[in-house]
């Protein structure tokens, strides 16, 4: 299974900044990765989905014109860039990787591996 492991999470005020992290245990380029969240009482969403040899990176209508997702192949790691962050971007922030490269952030089941989550807080 592949391991990862989110960091970057924290407590901002509405219009402030974020970068997550997320450190993997295989080749970027083995996997298709992706961001989801999930606020309390809401079911999980998924926010970005990384481009790779076949696809385009793909963003949530919320997280279009603020987020930005990446990867660094030589690290290993998978990033969030988020700005003009608003209250209700809060929510638990996970990592995720799936084998298919067509994997969709409509379909849960298509991401087999999941990392603990970070929580990010905005206030406003």
């Known amino acids: 299974r592949v391991q990862l492991v989110e960091s970057g999470g924290g407590s901002v005020q509405a219009g402030g900044s974020l970068r997550l992290s997320c450190k993997v245990s295989v080749d970027i380029n083995s996997r298709t990765w992706a961001w989801f969240r999930q606020a309390p009482g809401k079911e999980r969403e998924g926010v970005a989905r990384?481009?790779?040899?076949?696809?385009?990176?793909w963003y949530a209508d919320a997280a279009k014109g603020r987020f930005t997702a990446s990867q660094d192949n030589s690290l290993n790691m998978v990033y969030l860039q988020m700005n003009s962050l608003k209250p209700e971007d809060t929510a638990m922030y996970f990592c995720a990787a799936s084998g298919d490269r067509f994997a969709s952030l409509q379909v849960g089941r298509d991401w087999e591996d999941w990392g603990q989550g970070t929580q990010v807080t905005v206030s406003s």
């Open positions: 990384l481009g790779n040899a076949v696809t385009e990176t």
